[in-house]
């Protein structure tokens, strides 16, 4: 089984949306391995986006990540990166699958309620910058 990161982002947790989406990802199968809460400053919200830093959104996404708390998950699954990608849906709502967790609770593609993992590499990366090994022992 493999692990990837989620975030559930400060508009979905402003918005008291925690609770379905997280029944909505257990409902997919996912196994919840390690949350936190989080209110990230500015500096660390740039370096867990910096694969954005020359793109226009960078610095509208920063205040956005940094406007509230947000909740880090570890996920586990059989393929998770994959998966979740599916469950969660497109970037910007109007172009998700119905039923998706964003065509349900994105506002829009800047407050787009979950970010996840797009590569076993970025996972890996991602895991470590939310979570110790010691928080994930136990996960695969
Ligand atoms: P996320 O999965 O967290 O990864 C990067 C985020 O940048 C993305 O979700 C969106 O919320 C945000 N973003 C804002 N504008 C854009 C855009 N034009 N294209 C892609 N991502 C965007």
Redesign the pocket.
């Known amino acids: 089984m493999d692990l990837t990161l989620a ?1 559930i ?1 400060p508009d979905a947790v402003e918005g008291r949306k925690i609770g379905r989406i997280l029944a909505q990802l257990e409902d997919a199968g996912f196994s919840i391995r390690a949350a936190k809460f989080v209110q990230l400053d500015e500096p660390q919200a740039g370096a867990f ?1 910096a694969v ?1 830093s020359e ?3 960078y610095e ?2 920063k205040r ?2 940094t406007s509230g708390p947000i909740l880090a998950l570890a996920l586990e699954h059989e393929d998770a990166v994959t998966r979740l990608r599916k469950v969660i849906g497109a ?2 709502p109007a172009e998700a699958e119905p039923g998706t967790v964003r065509a349900q609770y994105a506002e829009s ?4 309620a ?3 993992s ?1 590569s076993d590499e970025t996972a890996r990366q991602e895991l470590s910058f939310f979570f110790s090994s010691r928080e994930l022992m136990g996960a695969a």
């Open positions: 975030i982002k986006y954005h793109r226009p959104f509208p996404l956005f990540m970037t910007d593609k800047e407050r787009n979950i970010h996840a797009d």
